[in-house]
């Protein structure tokens, strides 16, 4: 994980995914199981609605930082450009495609509606300190995501999918870099820490949690960290958040996951065993 982000760098380097040397037309000749295009569907979702996701920022304190907005322009276009590649791919092995947006709009719950309400309202009554909330947030969100690509990348043995997915995780990086480094830095005042991190062991959840059904989201806790390794890849996430000012002995990823267990018994043994 990156210690310091240099904001001038990202903005100078910033891109949509480049795929233009990947061999589209060598995708069906690699097996895909059901459960990737599962997999790859929910992440397509959840890459291409951030930009439904910014509007709601752009409503908060968040808007009126430079730095922030700077960073969200250049974010939002690559993340679309993450699930616009994924589905692309799925559409080269033969999967039609989809109105993403439209789907998750149907599959939003009406809880996660008045969260976003709530967010918004909540936000104006804290100022500037909501920003602190946003970036710690954010950081654990892209660490979990790029955690998640990497789990796909062991456990598919598709070429192709392998290699996108290892260049998504190099913008995921630099996404999570930033965040984690603008909580750091905002972390150090006292009355966000106390706030972000009882907001954060209280109501963070996996990404999608809200827009995509509880089905869903329990069945990509068990694919992609219901095993050892994936178990192990959520007690370093846990390990990672916890350096965080305020954030010692942080548990929330184990715990979010161990919150499926009841659906799926196999995740707690495997988490309790790491």
Known sequence: MEA???????????????????????????PLSDDEVRVLRYF?????????????????????DTQITAFLGCWNYEEYFHGHSLERFLQAYGVPAQKNNDRVKQDESWLNKVWLLAMTAFSRLLDWRFICVHMSWGALNELSTLMAYQQIIVKSRHPILQELCRRIIKDERRHFSFYYNQARMRLEDPFCRRLTRRLMDRFWSIVGSGQKPDSEVAFIA????????????????????????GFEGFTAVTRTLAHYAGIYPNLSGKLNSA
């Not at 310091?4 to 000749?29: C, G, H, M, Q």
Request: glycine share 2%; aromatic share 12%.
């Open 222 to 245: 068990r694919y992609l960290f219901g095993d050892e390794a994936g178990a192990k890849a959520a007690l370093e996430m846990d390990r990672v958040m916890a350096a965080l000012p």
């Open 44 to 64: 397509i979702d959840i890459e291409t609605y951030t930009i439904v996701y910014l509007k709601e920022l752009l409503s908060t304190p968040a808007a009126y």
């Open 4 to 30: 310091t982000f240099d904001l001038d760098k990202y903005l100078n380097v910033s891109r949509r995914l480049d795929v233009a040397d990947i061999a589209w037309e060598d995708v069906p000749n690699h």
